[in-house]
C-alpha cells in the first residue's frame, strides 16, 4: 500500500502556520508581562483577622513605587469580606522616599469616619505595615494628615 503524501501538503502547511502563530503570540504574552507582584494587606469584617491580596502593578510613569502602592492601598481591597483602612474618599497628597524613610500626606478626609473603615490609629499602622512588607528597603514611614504628624 502506498501512501500519496503530496495530499497531505495543504495540512501541514496549515498545522506549521499555526504553530509559528502559538509561538509568536507567546512570545508577545511573555513579554508584555503582569507586572511586579505586591501583596496587600487588608483588615477582614471578623474582629482581629486579615486578609492577603495579591495585585500586578505595572509601572506608572507619573509615580514612583511606592507612591503608586500606597494608592492602590487606600483605594481598599476588591474582596467583599474586608474593612477600609481609611474613610472612603481619602486621598494621598504627597509621597516619598528619602534615606530610607518613606514620608505619606493623607488628605483630612481621613477624620471622618464612615461604614466599615477601621480606627484611624489602626489603618495608619497597617498602612505602615503593608509598605514595611512589600519595600523592604524602607525602615521608617512617617504618616502626615493633612500637612501636620499623625499621632505624635
Known amino acids: 500500500m502506498k501512501i500519496n503524501f503530496k495530499k497531505f501538503i495543504p495540512l501541514y502547511i496549515t498545522a506549521a502556520v499555526m504553530a509559528l502563530l502559538m509561538l509568536i503570540s507567546s512570545l508577545c504574552y511573555a513579554k508584555k508581562g503582569y507586572g511586579k507582584k505586591f501583596v496587600f494587606i487588608f483588615p477582614c469584617v471578623d474582629e482581629g483577622k486579615y486578609i492577603l491580596e495579591t495585585r500586578y502593578l505595572k509601572e506608572n510613569p507619573n509615580k514612583d513605587a511606592i507612591a503608586y502602592f500606597a494608592d492602590e492601598l487606600v483605594l481598599g481591597s476588591g474582596f467583599e469580606r474586608t474593612k477600609y483602612l481609611f474613610t472612603p474618599g481619602t486621598k494621598i497628597n504627597s509621597c516619598f522616599e528619602r534615606n ?29 505595615k503593608n509598605i514595611k512588607k512589600n519595600f523592604p528597603h524602607v525602615e521608617e514611614v512617617q504618616v502626615f494628615v493633612d500637612g501636620k504628624y499623625a499621632f505624635e
Do not use: C, P, Q, T
Not at 478626609?109 to 497597617?126: K, T
Open 100 to 128: 530610607k524613610v518613606v514620608y505619606i500626606d493623607l488628605s483630612a478626609d481621613i477624620i471622618y469616619m464612615g461604614h466599615n473603615v477601621i480606627s484611624i490609629r489602626e489603618g495608619i499602622e497597617l498602612l505602615k
